[in-house]
């Protein structure tokens, strides 16, 4: 490989293993698995903000997710690896803009 490719895995495995990384993978967990229950309570502005910090989240799990797969010896195919896909696949529904793309998608097929 070249000394690049090295360093940028390098940089990958010290991200996705450093502490303050693995906290905020948790808190923004957290965060989503109670989101949809606060978010009944709100106005449409607060709802907008949460649609977005959401928004955030899945692509930063989508981050770990394929630099894991990446950097980590042994991570695919793995229990952590199905567990990280199972997260995303049911994220997909949060997210509201891909969520909509997706319904647009799938009533386009069956018409």
């Known amino acids: 490989m070249k ?6 895995i390098k940089l990958y495995k010290r991200i996705i293993n450093h502490i303050v990384f ?3 993978i948790f808190v923004s967990a957290s965060f989503i698995l109670f989101a949809a229950d606060v978010e009944f309570f709100l106005n449409e502005s607060a709802k907008a903000i949460i649609e977005n910090i959401t928004s955030g ?7 770990e ?6 950097v980590e010896e ?37 018409m």
Request: charged share 15%; hydrophobic share 55%.
């Open 3 to 8: 000394a690049n490719t090295l360093r940028i």
């Open 22 to 24: 693995n906290f905020i």
């Open 57 to 63: 989240m899945f692509f930063l799990f989508c981050f």
């Open 65 to 70: 997710f394929l630099s894991s797969n990446i």
């Open 74 to 110: 042994g991570y695919f195919n793995s229990i952590y690896f199905y567990i990280d896909l199972i997260d995303l696949v049911s994220l997909i529904t949060e997210v509201k803009f891909i969520w909509k793309a997706f319904l647009k998608y799938v009533d386009y097929q069956v």
